[in-house]
């Protein structure tokens, strides 16, 4: 099945640095990627859509200059959480998806950020 | 922002019996699809169903679609405890292709 690579599961970095999140889909060609942000036992909450070599969507409500996304290929984006603060300590989640709506998403396994 | 509610919140119960699991959401759809999650994890998706069907059937999974009353239900039979986890519903709707996911039922199955 399709697999999404998503690195690193785990980071833990002082308030005022950035963090890059990357997302690879590794068989097949993923022409939307989806960011995601998770709470506790919550749910998924959409951050932003990006389409390959273009311009990241943005949800309402989510700074594009602090959360900075890059689709630069079709099996590559990243997520990049600048100038981070202890608010943004957070699961973040990349999923990619190959073709329109009616294809699944396929998801990464999260990655937990945690500043202090 | 999310798009729906999902309930129950929590659901626990015994091995062998069925789970079900209910999804609203308040926009029209193009389609919708739920998905599990096991804790910490990634999300993984088990069905899809489209806005002109009203069930559909994988394994051990059932799902209806009513778009009249814009609801869906999840109904997992012969539950096992490998079926702990959070189901989430989400929907793609007609004008974006993006999905918004609903807030999620824990599912408990106890051995």
């Known amino acids: 099945g399709a697999v999404v690579s998503q690195h690193p599961s785990r980071v833990i970095c002082k308030s005022g640095t950035s963090v890059k999140i990357e997302c690879r889909s590794l068989d097949f060609q993923a022409t939307t990627m989806f960011w995601y942000r998770q709470f506790p036992k919550q749910s998924l909450m959409l951050m932003a859509t990006s389409n390959e070599g273009s311009k990241a969507t943005y949800e309402q409500g989510v700074e594009k200059d602090k959360f900075l996304i890059n689709h630069a290929s079709l099996t590559l984006s990243t997520l990049t959480v600048t100038s981070a603060h202890p608010e943004d300590s957070s699961f973040y989640i990349c999923s990619a998806r190959w073709g329109t709506g009616y294809s699944p998403l396929h998801f990464g396994n999260g990655t937990r950020l945690t500043v202090t | 922002s999310q798009q729906g509610e999902e309930d129950p919140q929590a659901l626990s119960i015994q091995e062998g019996e069925n789970a079900t699991m209910n999804c609203s959401y308040k926009?029209?759809?193009?389609?919708l699809q739920w998905y599990r999650q096991n804790s910490g994890r990634g999300l993984v998706h088990l069905i899809l169903i489209r806005s002109n069907e009203r069930e559909k059937h994988s394994g051990r999974l059932r799902v209806t679609l009513d778009t009249s009353k814009k609801s869906s239900s999840l109904l997992i039979t012969a539950s096992r405890a490998a079926d702990t986890a959070s189901y989430f519903c989400?929907?793609?709707?007609?004008?974006?292709?993006?999905?918004?996911f609903g807030a999620g039922t824990r599912l408990t199955v106890k051995p």
């Open positions: 926009t029209s759809i193009n389609n």
């Open positions: 989400a929907t793609v709707s007609y004008n974006n292709n993006d999905m918004r």
